[in-house]
């Protein structure tokens, strides 16, 4: 077992320890046993994510009093009201209490539906993360963000729950499929841009190896990307200002899955063609530098993202307008002004963006 990176997040309702690195679940065992002692404690995973990894939760939950197995979809399809209602339900039945315990065993939809369930329960319980997947590890799992979709746009319906702790456990990751990877390593790219130049770099010397999912090649990315979080969230806990800054390349990213019903696009690869449209747009304005621009393009090009599907610009600008992000004034763009600095940009007429929107639709690596 090789070191592993303790990392703590501090908010409002306490400190979130984050356990990072390879073997991350077997070293955190006696402080997860004991929390769960005597408690009735429900797992939430998709049925997959139980048959690749559920032996290595068994003997920590043999310390519960009693265990239940509430299996939800994979993907977004587990982020919808009707199940969020059936595990309330379920776990009322069961005998859930306020001092019962719920770990969240899967990628961030579980983990997000996880935290709202939880969050929600009796006014609120106690959860535990144990993201599954890159993705989940380097942002959902991390900051106390949970919610459900609606169909006018994802994550509309939501509160902020942090986890008890969060367990990331790079070892789990050896069983997710090439493009997972690659969706995850997104997100850690979007920390590069956004607040270390030396995390970027580290995907540029080494971006092969990381694509090849070695959990010991991944751990110091992934808590690299989960510090340069931490560093934000805590100086704006509930989204007020500078926390918005996380959403570069969500903006478009959010409104291309939601147009194309979350299936064409994983996540991490919306947010791949929002941050290249993000760099369009700063570009355009002046506001970033050209050869910035081009590595941050040249970078993202190497990840091999599948095609943008077609998709109507229009379609595009209203659901943007729907999105959580906005305010009454209107929407804000992130923008990158250099590696390590973005900024809220939220005087961009909507003429300004369909001007640059169409092209890039049409070719999204060139402009």
């Not at 994510?49 to 920590?60: A, C, F, I, K, S």
């Not at 959902?140 to 986890?163: D, E, S, W, Y």
């Not at 659901?319 to 906005?326: N, P, Q």
Request: proline content about 5%; aromatic content about 4%.
């Amino acid at each position: 077992m090789s070191a592993i990176t303790t990392l703590s997040l501090r908010h409002p309702q306490g400190d979130t320890p984050i356990h990072v690195g390879a073997g991350a679940l077997a070293a955190c065992r006696p402080d997860l046993a004991a929390w769960i002692e005597g408690r009735t404690v429900f797992i939430v995973a998709p049925a997959r994510v139980r048959e690749l990894h559920g032996e290595q939760l068994e003997e920590t939950l043999a310390a519960a009093a009693h265990r239940h197995c509430l299996e939800v979809p994979d993907g977004e399809e587990a982020k919808e009201l009707r199940v969020a209602e059936r595990l309330w339900a379920e776990m009322l039945t069961s005998g859930g209490k306020r001092d019962s315990r719920v770990i969240a065993f899967g990628g961030g939809s579980v983990g997000d539906l996880t935290g709202f369930v939880a969050g929600c329960f009796l006014r609120g319980v106690e959860f535990l993360q144990v993201p599954t997947t890159l993705l989940a590890q380097v942002d959902a799992a991390v900051g106390g963000k949970t919610g459900i979709n609606q169909p006018a746009g994802k994550n509309t319906i939501g509160l902020f729950h942090h986890p008890w702790k969060v367990v990331a456990d790079t070892e789990l990751l050896g069983t997710l499929p090439a493009p997972e990877i690659r969706s995850g390593l997104m997100e850690v790219l979007k920390m590069g841009i956004l607040s270390s130049p030396k995390l970027f770099t580290r995907l540029e010397d080494g971006l092969e190896d990381l694509l090849a999912g070695d959990p010991q090649a991944l751990a110091p990315a992934v808590a690299a990307a989960i510090q340069g979080k931490i560093d934000i969230v805590e100086r704006d806990p509930t989204e007020k200002g500078e926390r918005r800054l996380l959403n570069l390349g969500h903006t478009l990213g959010h409104a291309l899955e939601t147009a194309l019903g979350y299936r064409a696009l994983r996540h991490g690869e919306a947010v791949a063609y929002g941050t290249l449209f993000a760099t369009r747009l700063a570009l355009r304005r002046g506001q970033l530098d050209p050869v910035i621009a081009d590595r941050i393009g040249g970078l993202i090009g190497r990840f091999r993202l599948p095609e943008l599907p077609a998709v109507a610009t229009r379609d595009l600008i209203e659901i943007m307008a729907r999105d959580k992000k906005a305010r009454e004034s209107g929407l804000s763009w992130i923008l990158p002004r250099g590696l390590g600095e973005c900024e809220i940009v939220a005087d961009i007429a909507e003429s300004e963006v369909l001007q640059a929107l169409e092209p890039f639709l049409t070719d999204p690596f060139v402009g």
